[in-house]
């Protein structure tokens, strides 16, 4: 019989397109396991295709041999990409874990600087409503508790506990928030502390703001004029030689 009427052998075709597909799947270092199945099946259907031209000759044309060498190819590659594959997660794993504790903070600092901007909002409505009177810190807190904007924030870091809460401590990712007073000569200041917590790079790391609601100078007395006496800030010590 002329080669010209020669057809295929089952499987030839088959077999070069698993080769084909071994390469691929090993080349993307995800699909391992796939490529050395394809390259199995392209050098078993591969045999076949041979053991049939071996049997009628004169019925199916000669098999190629690139399912041969892809399907040897499909097995090989993905043994030489395993070191690869180790060195690229090494490098690209811990970037990730990063960029994804970096997004986290970022969102954490967002909630605090929002809690803050809203409890500076409340401070000034109760100066609008009651001037010259001290604020007090726990109608300020409470004005943020019950703020919807406050309400409606998540935490990023740990999502089944609160975004803001009141205290000092609390879950990583929440807006702590408490009062807080400092002396410091002859001057009283009272404070908002804010503080959250997030985990970067397997530490933790505190975010902090503030907020001053009123301040106070101690009085020591008044003059005859009516003057008040303001205790001195103490002077720092003349260093000796």
């Not at 019989?1 to 084909?20: E, R």
């Not at 071994?22 to 099946?41: E, S």
């Not at 933790?204 to 007395?221: A, S, Y």
């Amino acid at each position: 019989m002329s080669d010209s009427y020669l057809v295929p052998a089952p499987g030839a075709k088959a077999a070069k397109i698993c080769g084909i597909l071994a390469i691929l799947f090993a080349l993307t270092c995800i699909g391992f396991p796939v490529a050395i199945i394809l390259a199995i099946v392209a050098l078993v259907k591969q045999g076949q295709a041979k053991r049939l031209v071996r049997a009628q000759p004169e019925v199916y044309e000669p098999v190629p041999a690139t399912a041969l060498v892809t399907g040897i190819l499909g097995l090989v590659l993905p043994v030489m990409m395993v070191p690869v594959a180790g060195i690229v997660s090494a490098i690209a794993i811990p970037a990730l874990l990063g960029q994804r504790e970096r997004a986290r903070e970022i969102a954490v600092q967002a909630n605090l600087n929002a809690a803050k901007a809203q409890a500076d909002v409340a401070l000034q409505a109760i100066h609008a409503k009651a001037p010259g009177q001290v604020p007090s810190q726990d109608a300020i807190i409470q004005a943020l508790s019950r703020n919807p904007l406050i309400q409606s924030l998540k935490n990023p870091v740990t999502p089944t506990a609160p975004a803001f809460q009141r205290g000092t401590s609390g879950p990583l990712g929440t807006v702590m928030v408490y009062a807080d007073r400092e002396q410091e000569g002859g001057v009283t200041t009272w404070t908002l502390q804010f503080r959250a917590t997030v985990r970067h790079g397997g530490q933790d790391r505190i975010l902090k703001d503030e907020l001053i609601t009123h301040t106070q100078e101690q009085v020591q007395g008044r003059t005859e004029d009516g003057w008040e006496v303001v205790q001195p800030a103490p002077e720092a010590p003349t260093p000796q030689n």
